[in-house]
């Protein structure tokens, strides 16, 4: 069942890895398959060592296990509350990248302060408010829905990612691959703030003609940056 989607999950989830996102087992990608409305995703607490395509779990949208042999990740209901509410959205990603998750920590956004950010997120990535104690005994799903608040006036493709407050960072994307894709983004550009608020005083954020200019010549209606796609 889904066997593609299941490798493609599979590269995503190991690509963390690659890419230094992630420690042990401390982060997660998923995949969904909307002609059927199921969801691949990396299995809980499982080592990225080793692991196979046979290892990933497909649920449905009620968190509901499918097929697969162990348990699914124990974010799984966050990442089908993003899922649900935005037609979108074709892969998550969970991670506690250091610099990102630091924001997160500091229950601060990621201000857009040069033209890196701007290529890929058009504004600051925000951070989402603390969960209240009322909202633990779903706390998966509660993070799903937070992430979703914060997002009911901002747009999903413009901005890929949040902070999740005290937390860690989620991001998205088209597919699985575009998610990690993103999700590496975000860690590169908190770095970069990071840097910034402590080398300047009083940084002052990307103006605005600048941010328009780098953002819309790859995303906009006549985008020009890169190569044409072949047919």
């Not at 005083?201 to 020009?224: C, I, M, Q, T």
Request: a negative charge; hydrophobic letters at 35%.
């Amino acid at each position: 069942m889904l066997e593609q989607l299941k490798e493609k999950v599979l590269k995503a989830n190991l690509d963390l890895v690659k890419n230094g996102l992630v420690l042990f087992t401390w982060g997660n990608v998923s995949a969904i398959d909307r002609q059927s409305g199921l969801v691949v995703i990396k299995p809980s607490g499982v080592s990225y060592d080793g692991m196979t395509a046979e290892d990933m779990v497909v649920v449905d949208l009620e968190g509901k296990v499918v097929e697969g042999k162990y348990r699914p990740s124990s974010d799984t209901p966050t990442h089908i509350e993003l899922y649900r509410a935005h037609p979108e959205i074709g892969g998550v990603v969970h991670t506690h990248s250091t610099f990102a998750t630091g924001f997160a920590q500091a229950c601060r956004a990621i201000t857009a302060y040069g033209t890196t950010h701007a290529d890929y997120f058009y504004g600051d990535i925000p951070c989402t408010r603390s969960l209240r104690p009322d909202e633990m005994d779903e706390y998966e799903r509660n993070t799903g829905r937070v992430i979703n608040e914060t997002f009911e006036n901002k747009d999903v493709v413009a901005v890929p990612a949040c902070l999740v407050a005290n937390h860690g960072v989620f991001a998205w994307g088209k597919d699985a691959a575009e998610a990690v894709y993103h999700a590496t983004v975000v860690e590169e550009v908190a770095k970069m703030a990071f840097i910034t608020e402590h080398l300047a005083k009083k940084p002052e954020r990307l103006p605005a003609h600048v941010a328009d200019k780098h953002y819309f010549r790859k995303h906009g209606k006549n985008a020009y940056y890169g190569q044409d796609k072949k047919d």
